[in-house]
């Protein structure tokens, strides 16, 4: 039982690339979570997901897009990347269960620096 | 929308004794408060939680209290030790039909020196 896992780890990226992070989680569970971590600033939601093809805007989404085609799979898409979006991402995901869980299980981040 | 304040930003205290970390939240509808910790480079992970029909919730050197009335909730560490050591957040939400949007806290610096 892997988890969550996220693919890359690590990635550094020029001024107006593009790019995809992957999420993956082994657990079946519904919802999905993208957030992204900066210094003195805590986590904050990026997007999340509620089922397999539903996704919504968190706090903090312009400048990303999401998919969730499976409901193991979450990805979230840089088009255009700009320093500002330097920073660590975590997944995380969670399950509805009987009575409702709140409990995030994350993942082990991507560091991405856009130069 | 929800917004969480976290106090003290940083904290030392030596082995052995008690930390308390304290933040507030401004959503009276937000329902669940959990905790969680972050070692350097790792990932966050839940050390407790709380819901809003709960005042107080131990497991044990750790608790957390909840004072809905106040809007905050706190997490109180005994006889701490070295590897208490990291970053702690607090967070809250609404747990609901569809989703957990957790909110948190700015994260508290703790050092427990030896």
């Known amino acids: 039982n892997a988890g969550v896992t996220q693919t890359p780890k690590f990635r550094v990226l020029k001024t107006g690339q593009s790019m995809t992070l992957l999420c993956a989680q082994d657990?079946?569970?519904?919802?999905m979570y993208w957030y992204r971590q900066d210094p003195g600033m805590g986590l904050r939601l990026i997007h999340y997901s509620v089922g397999e093809g539903t996704t919504a805007k968190g706090e903090v989404p312009d400048g990303y897009n999401v998919s969730r085609l499976k409901k193991q799979n979450f990805l979230l898409g840089l088009e255009s990347a700009a320093p500002s979006q330097t920073s660590v991402y975590f997944c995380?995901?969670?399950?509805?269960?009987?009575?409702?869980?709140?409990?995030?299980?994350f993942g082990p981040g991507t560091r991405l620096t856009v130069l | 929308g929800e917004n969480v304040e976290q106090h003290p930003s940083t904290l030392s205290v030596q082995e052995g004794d008690s930390a308390v970390i304290k933040c507030t939240y401004s959503?009276?509808?937000?329902?669940?408060f959990p905790w969680y910790k972050q070692e350097l480079g790792k990932r966050p992970q839940l050390i407790i939680d709380i819901r809003s029909n709960v005042g107080e919730k131990k497991d044990q050197r750790i608790a957390v209290t909840l004072n809905k009335t106040a809007k905050h909730f706190s997490l109180h560490i005994t006889e701490t030790q070295p590897e208490d050591s990291a970053v702690y957040f607090c967070?809250?939400?609404?747990?609901?039909?569809?989703?957990?949007?957790?909110?948190f806290g700015a994260g508290t610096i703790l050092r427990v020196k030896s």
């Open positions: 657990m079946n569970h519904e919802y």
């Open positions: 995380a995901s969670s399950s509805r269960g009987v009575v409702l869980s709140g409990e995030q299980f």
């Open positions: 967070a809250a939400s609404r747990v609901e039909e569809y989703g957990n949007k957790l909110v």
């Open positions: 959503d009276s509808a937000s329902n669940y």
